[in-house]
Nanobody, 114 residues
Framework: QVQLVESGGGLVQEGGSLRLSCTAS????????MAWYRQAPGNQRHLVAR?????NTTYTDSVNGRFIISRDKKTVTLQMNSLTPDDTGVYYC??????????WGRGTQVTVSS
């Protein structure tokens, strides 16, 4: 069974920075991609950033140039800079294995105050 544990969320003022980390454990037979999603109150979960096994990265437009996703083995991090209140939400880590279904962490709350 795969487990994803996120850390690094919290409360920060507008313009500040946070760094989220997520470490996977368990039986993982190859990782295709790891990603971060955000779910704001009353909204659906949306992709924020993804990094593939080849190192290719994808960002949603609203965070492009402000967030940086990186991965080292089974750990994915999201460096978030110049935060705005619109970045507030629960951030979920996901792991897409080469074989099997996408796995999810429990989420970490990020709150940006204006």
């Amino acid at each position: 069974q795969v487990q994803l544990v996120e850390s690094g969320g919290g409360l920060v003022q507008e313009g500040g920075s946070l760094r989220l980390s997520c470490t996977a454990s368990g039986r993982i037979l190859g990782i295709s991609a790891m990603a971060w999603y955000r779910q704001a109150p009353g909204n659906q979960r949306h992709l924020v950033a993804r990094v593939t096994s080849a190192g290719n990265t994808t960002y949603t437009d609203s965070v492009n140039g402000r967030f940086i996703i990186s991965r080292d083995k089974k750990t994915v991090t999201l460096q978030m800079n110049s935060l705005t209140p619109d970045d507030t939400g629960v951030y979920y880590c996901s792991l897409l294995p080469v074989f099997g279904h996408e796995e999810w962490g429990r989420g970490t709350q990020v709150t940006v105050s204006s």
